[in-house]
């Protein structure tokens, strides 16, 4: 580990890694632009040991400048590491890939603060998270779905901030936790879990029926929660949100990229972009994967699982047809099919 230079919160490579909620003060780590792209995600497994400084007292940061920035919430499992990872252009755009100290604000909460303490941490990581890379540049977050609950908050504190909820259609949802096997069953279950102590789920579902569903069913409810927030919350916030079915930024990803830019404000050439390496890689492991490849590792899971999740589609969309929810995105930049 090479010697970093000191503490500068003026230099975004001293990124802002966790809230140190038992100290009131936030914690940097030095990691330098080059290499965001070799990490999925900015957490500890992902990013190692880094070098760090003091922390800094909260109270300190009240008068840190705001940047520019915007939001890429997602539904998981639906590109939004490769989406964020295609929008990092020098120049226009450094995307942050489910920053920790954000998860801290959702703990934070968990744990029993007050409204006004989570806003106050929320408003200091978007300050510390927006400090641009470079002269003009936009910092796109990406947040842990963990943190869709906060999405409003996120952007009532980012009142300039513009969101994109990138989602992969129910069907392919569940086609991808069903392909990854046992430890994703338990990590939706582990997110609904969450999203009940959040009181983030209203589907008409009792306490006791939770109890009762099955992986898939659960891994579709937290999907349905999700869904219903963000067409609810879109309605709320004319024009800041607009969704992106996964299934078309894969399909057409210059049309997508165009049209992400497009509501971003970012001038993108969005072909160049679409033509990138982004499109090229597994975003989690940086291998080379084709499209072709995707398509036939779902197909095969289709022929594998098709029974399950066929069952699981007619029932979630019968409790959608009783919520009266559609289960296309709410605002799409693109045409739905």
């Known amino acids: 580990m090479t010697a970093a230079p000191a503490l500068d919160l003026a230099d975004a490579e001293w990124l802002v890694h966790r809230y140190v909620e038992s100290d009131d003060a936030f914690r940097f780590i030095h990691l330098p632009r080059g290499e965001h792209a070799s990490h999925p995600f900015l957490i500890d497994s992902e990013l190692g040991v880094r070098p760090t400084a003091p922390d800094v007292p909260a109270q300190s940061l ?65 300050r510390l998270l927006g400090r641009p890379f470079a002269a003009g540049e936009v910092v796109i ?72 569903l099955t992986d ?33 930024l894969t399909s057409d990803p210059a049309a997508a990229i165009a049209a992400v830019a497009a509501h971003y404000r970012l001038p993108l050439d969005a072909a160049a972009v679409a033509a990138g390496p982004a499109f090229q890689r597994n975003s989690k492991t940086g291998a080379a994967y084709s499209p072709g490849e995707r398509s036939a590792d779902y197909a095969a899971a289709r022929q594998a699982y098709g029974e399950e999740i066929a069952m699981v589609m007619t029932w979630a969309k019968a409790v959608a047809a009783n919520l009266g929810l559609s289960l296309a995105g709410p605002n799409p930049l693109l045409p739905q099919a």
């Open 216 to 248: 898939l069913q659960v891994a579709a409810v937290g999907w349905l929660a999700q869904h219903q927030y963000f067409t609810q919350l879109t309605g709320k916030l004319d024009g800041r949100i607009a969704s992106l079915d996964a299934d078309q």
């Open 62 to 126: 009240i008068d840190q400048p705001r940047g520019r920035l915007h939001f890429l919430f997602h539904s998981a499992f639906c590109g939004s590491t490769l989406l964020a990872r295609a929008l990092s252009v020098p120049g226009v755009a450094m995307g942050l890939s489910e920053p920790v100290v954000l998860n801290d604000v959702v703990g934070f909460r968990r744990r029993g603060a007050g409204p006004a303490a989570v806003a106050r941490a929320a408003d200091l990581s978007l």
């Open 141 to 212: 977050v990406k947040p842990s779905n963990v943190l869709n609950p906060l999405a409003e908050l996120l952007l009532k504190i980012e009142p300039d901030a513009r969101a994109v909820f990138l989602y992969a259609p129910l069907e392919t949802f569940l086609v991808s936790v069903a392909r990854k096997g046992l430890h994703c069953r338990i990590w939706v279950r582990e997110l609904l879990e969450g999203y009940l102590r959040d009181r983030f789920v209203d589907l008409g579902l009792t306490p006791e029926d939770y109890f009762r």
